[in-house]
Nanobody
């Protein structure tokens, strides 16, 4: 069964850190650009970060630049999102995503993701 599975979410105090993981099962991630997205209650889903197949190209939303780092370990079939200096406004459900035909790119060319994980909840609160 083809799946993307996120993990690593939780409750953290402002200024704290979390590391999210996105593990693929049923297929290998190494041919796919992977994006992290988030959706806060009452808000639209937004792109957070993106990494290309080799990890050479990464992109970040302005709101997380300098605080979040995306990386991948193709041998482990996993993409990570290290989140530091967390703020209450980072509270959201975080999703990883890709496109089944691999035509999703960090540049914005290609097509949007059509393959999503189930999400992991991040709550930043004191």
């Amino acid at each position: 069964q083809v799946q993307l599975v996120e993990s690593g979410g939780g409750l953290v105090q402002p200024g704290g850190s979390l590391k999210l993981s996105c593990e693929a099962s049923g297929f290998t991630l190494d041919a796919y650009t992977i994006g992290w997205f988030r959706q806060a209650p009452g808000k639209e889903r937004e792109g957070v970060s993106c990494i290309d197949v080799n990890g050479d190209i990464t992109r970040y939303a302005d709101s997380v630049k300098g605080r979040f780092t995306i990386s991948r370990d193709n041998a482990e079939n996993t993409v990570y999102l290290q989140m530091n200096s967390l703020k209450p406004e980072d509270t959201a459900v975080y999703y990883c995503a890709t496109r089944s035909d691999a035509h999703y790119y960090c540049s914005g060319d290609g097509s949007p993701p059509d393959y999503w994980g189930q999400g992991t909840q991040v709550i930043v609160s004191s």
